[in-house]
C-alpha cells in the first residue's frame, strides 16, 4: 500500500521540483489556475509520472495520478496561504522584490537591459540578453544587468552584468550606475567595484500579490 503524498514532507521528496511551485508564487507570476494549468498540469503530471516509472521517486510510486495532482494543487494552496500570509506582516511597507522589480523598469527606461529570472544559468544569460529590447531612448543598449533562474529566491541574489564591449572600464562604470539605483529604491548592495564579481543583494524577492494573483481556491 503507497504512503499518500499528504503524509511525505513535499519538499524533501521533490527537492527542487517543488521550487516550481513555490518559485511563481513567491515571484507573483501567474494566478493560481494559470500556475495550475501551466505548472501542475503543463509540467509536472507530464514530467513527474514519467521519473516515478523511472524509480526516481521511490515514495511516490504507486500512487495514483489524480492523487498525485490533488497533491500538488494542495500543495499550492499552501503555498498561496504562507505567501499572503507573509504579506500581511508586511502592514504596507514594499517589498524588497517589488523594489527590485521597480530598479528593473528604471535600468530599462536609462536603455540598460534589465531583466529578472533570466536565462538559466549566468553563461546563457550573458549571450541571450544581447537579443533582449530595453524601454530607453537609445538606440542602441548601454549594458546589460540580470539574475537568472537558478538564483532566483536565493539569498543573497547575485545580479550579473555586462556592456556592449565587455571592457573592466566600462563594466566598472556601469556596476556604479546600478549600485546607485539600487540604492535609491531602498535596497543595500554589496560590490567591491571589481567587474568580475557579481552584485550581491541580501534580500527577501518575494514580490506582493494584488488583485486576482491573490485569489485562491483556500
Known amino acids: 500500500m503507497p504512503t ?6 513535499a519538499r524533501e521528496v521533490l527537492d527542487t521540483w517543488y521550487d516550481q ?5 513567491a515571484m507573483a507570476e501567474g494566478t493560481f489556475d494559470e500556475i495550475v494549468e501551466n505548472v501542475i498540469d503543463g509540467t509536472l503530471m507530464i514530467d513527474l509520472p514519467i521519473e516515478i516509472r523511472a524509480g526516481e521517486f521511490e515514495e511516490l ?11 500538488l494543487v494542495d500543495l499550492l494552496r499552501h503555498e498561496f496561504s504562507e505567501h499572503l500570509a507573509w504579506q500581511r506582516g508586511l502592514n504596507g511597507r514594499p517589498a524588497d522584490g517589488d523594489r527590485l522589480s521597480e530598479v528593473f523598469d528604471e535600468l530599462n527606461a536609462r536603455s540598460i537591459v534589465a531583466r529578472e529570472d533570466f536565462a538559466c544559468c549566468q ?3 550573458l549571450l541571450e540578453i544581447r537579443d533582449e529590447d530595453h524601454d530607453g531612448e537609445d538606440e542602441e543598449a548601454r549594458g546589460y544587468v540580470f539574475y537568472h533562474e537558478q538564483d532566483t529566491g536565493s539569498r543573497p ?7 556592449p564591449d565587455g571592457s573592466e572600464e566600462s563594466r566598472v562604470t556601469l556596476g556604479d550606475e546600478v549600485i546607485e539605483v539600487l540604492r535609491a529604491h531602498g535596497l543595500a548592495p554589496d560590490w567591491n567595484r571589481d567587474p568580475g564579481r557579481r552584485i550581491a543583494l ?9 488583485g486576482e494573483l491573490a485569489d485562491y481556491r483556500s
Open 202 to 210: 541580501d534580500m527577501d524577492p518575494r514580490r506582493v500579490r494584488h
Open 61 to 71: 510510486e504507486g500512487v495514483a495520478e489524480e492523487d498525485l495532482r490533488a497533491w
Open 21 to 25: 511551485i513555490a518559485t511563481p508564487v
Open 123 to 125: 553563461r546563457c544569460g
Open 157 to 163: 541574489l547575485y545580479l550579473a552584468y555586462d556592456t
Open 4 to 9: 499518500h503524498p499528504s503524509d511525505l514532507d
